[in-house]
């Protein structure tokens, strides 16, 4: 699409204003799919708080807090790290619920010894089971934050930290810059601290309020682009009218290639199975997926399953092909027109996300806690299973074209890589129907109109 624009730009060399506008629109839409603003979750963000609670002879004590503000997004284990760079000298005497990576050069010190001394100090969340005096509120969860829909309690973490060498008054306190938040890797960026409205606190017996003595908020937003992440999840697609299983793209999150890749996926009856899933010293994150086409750790298959007179059935199966993953509270995000009017749904948790006024168009879908919240290991058990029952609309229903398929689909917030909608399946004595995206319609006009000018 881009080479078609820029040929067409090239070519032309009197109507530089209409090139303008051409480049412009290009980079317009480019933008679009690159830009860290998630048009499903458009003010999803993780928001940081400082709150001063008390100040000290060097310096202050602070609460940082964490809002998983995202209605979809989880950071699962191993967990998020926070980074930021001190305005000035700033140590940290000593952290409750967290812990900084590295002590840094503390060679200064005689007798306390800071926590860390670095300038840009990396901070991770501490274990489950630290022991009780070591722990605040919403702390040592192994930096797993649940998403904001799914379980807002869990979607919160905190951890406390002693600052020396500081500003012992709001007015010569320095806000740390350059925050870096990684989950654990790339993906968000964040803006700057800003000096909010003092948290107030209710005291236990609920007759008094106090406040923090200053405070301030830090907003990270996530983007795929910056994530940087090869395709994680494909979606397969069936019906009861038409016998094609259109499955997932080839070579959709990778390719199986023994000759450059040895070893990058396993046969599911290869004895070398439970040696590769016992890991080889690589890093657990790092998927190992059973040999497929396209090589995805998740496929959702989205299966038209029945027709009624006023109501059609679909069956969505989620299925794990990674060895080393069990997915906790997974969650699937749909778009499908119908979701104005999903009746029932079985077995799963769901929730209609409606980013903008009037457009009721997607769901958030996830599982049942102890039932299947846990998506097992790639196996016999590595799947879940749910069926939606939508009413018809007379005006918008129908089998043709492809419309009872979805239009997007997120695993725990990453795209899923579609097939190609002209190889979904035909309604039987459908003919095969000319395709034509909105965006190279419009490049076409376009690039006609440039055309046109530039002869006239
Ligand atoms: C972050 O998310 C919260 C909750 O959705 C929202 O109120 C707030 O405006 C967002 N902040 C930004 C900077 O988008
Ligand atoms: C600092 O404290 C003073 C007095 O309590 C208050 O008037 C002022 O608004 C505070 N400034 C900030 C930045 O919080
Ligand atoms: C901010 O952090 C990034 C990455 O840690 C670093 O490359 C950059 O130089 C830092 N900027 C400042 C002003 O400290
Ligand atoms: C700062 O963050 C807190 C917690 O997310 C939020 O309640 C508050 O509204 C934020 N303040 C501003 C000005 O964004
Ligand atoms: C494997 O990779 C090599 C080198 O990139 C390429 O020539 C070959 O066609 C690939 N084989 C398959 C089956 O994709
Ligand atoms: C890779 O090797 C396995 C077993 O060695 C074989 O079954 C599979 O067909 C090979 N794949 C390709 C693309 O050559
Ligand atoms: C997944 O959970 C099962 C049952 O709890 C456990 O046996 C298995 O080792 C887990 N797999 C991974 C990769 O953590
Ligand atoms: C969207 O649809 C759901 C399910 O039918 C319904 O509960 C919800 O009220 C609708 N929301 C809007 C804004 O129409
Ligand atoms: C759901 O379907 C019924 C019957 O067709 C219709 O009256 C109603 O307006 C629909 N609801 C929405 C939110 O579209
Ligand atoms: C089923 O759909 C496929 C396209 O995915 C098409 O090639 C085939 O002809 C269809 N079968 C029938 C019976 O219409």
Not at 34 to 46: F, Q, S, W
Not at 200 to 212: N, V, W
Request: include cysteine; aromatic fraction near 12%.
């Amino acid at each position: 699409m881009e080479s078609q624009c820029l040929s067409a730009t090239g070519s032309i060399t009197k109507l530089s204003s209409c090139t303008i506008l051409l480049v412009f629109l290009v980079s317009c839409l480019t933008f679009t799919s690159t830009e860290a603003y998630d048009a499903l979750d458009p003010t999803g963000n993780i928001t940081i708080k400082w709150d001063v609670i008390s100040w000290t002879p060097d310096g202050y004590v602070a609460v940082v807090t964490m809002f998983n503000f995202q209605q979809y997004r989880h950071i699962q284990a191993p967990g998020w790290t926070l980074g930021w760079t001190w305005a000035k000298k700033e140590v940290i005497w000593s952290m409750v619920g967290a812990q900084a990576t590295e002590q840094g050069d503390c060679s200064k010190y005689k007798g306390n010894v800071p926590h860390c001394c670095k300038k840009d100090p990396t901070v991770v969340d501490l274990l489950p089971g630290t022991p009780y005096n070591q722990q605040i509120a919403n702390c040592c969860k192994g930096g797993v934050m649940q998403s904001w829909i799914q379980d807002p309690p869990n979607a919160v973490s905190s951890f406390q930290v002693s600052v020396g060498a500081a500003g012992t008054t709001n007015k010569t306190v320095r806000l740390p810059k350059n925050f870096t938040l990684k989950a654990p890797g790339p993906g968000y960026s964040c803006g700057q601290a800003k000096i909010v409205k003092p948290t107030r606190y209710l005291t236990a017996d609920k007759r008094r309020m106090t406040q923090a003595m200053m405070t301030w908020n830090v907003t990270c937003t996530y983007s795929q682009f910056l994530a940087q992440k090869t395709p994680t999840c494909c979606v397969s697609l069936s019906s009861f009218y038409n016998d094609t299983i259109v499955n997932c793209p080839t070579c959709a999150c990778g390719c199986e290639n023994n000759s450059t890749n040895p070893g990058s996926c396993v046969e599911p009856d290869s004895p070398y199975l439970a040696s590769a899933v016992a890991g080889s010293g690589k890093p657990t994150n790092s998927p190992l997926v059973q040999c497929t086409s396209h090589m995805c750790p998740v496929r959702v298959h989205w299966h038209v399953k029945l027709n009624y007179k006023e109501y059609w059935r679909v069956k969505v199966t989620v299925t794990n092909f990674n060895y080393r993953m069990n997915y906790t509270l997974w969650n699937l995000v749909v778009q499908h027109p119908n979701f104005d009017n999903l009746t029932k749904i079985f077995s799963f948790n769901y929730k209609s996300l409606t980013p903008y006024a009037g457009l009721n168009d997607t769901a958030m879908l996830w599982g049942v806690k102890f039932y299947n919240d846990l998506l097992m290991q790639a196996g016999p058990l590595g799947n879940a299973q749910s069926e939606l029952l939508f009413r018809k609309d007379a005006a918008t229903f129908t089998f043709e074209k492809g419309w009872a398929f979805p239009r997007r689909i997120y695993f725990n917030g990453d795209n899923c890589v579609m097939p190609p909608p002209d190889a979904y399946p035909w309604l039987p004595n459908a003919s095969p129907r000319p395709t034509i995206s909105l965006l190279s319609l419009v490049i076409t006009i376009l690039a006609s109109l440039v055309f046109l000018l530039a002869y006239a």
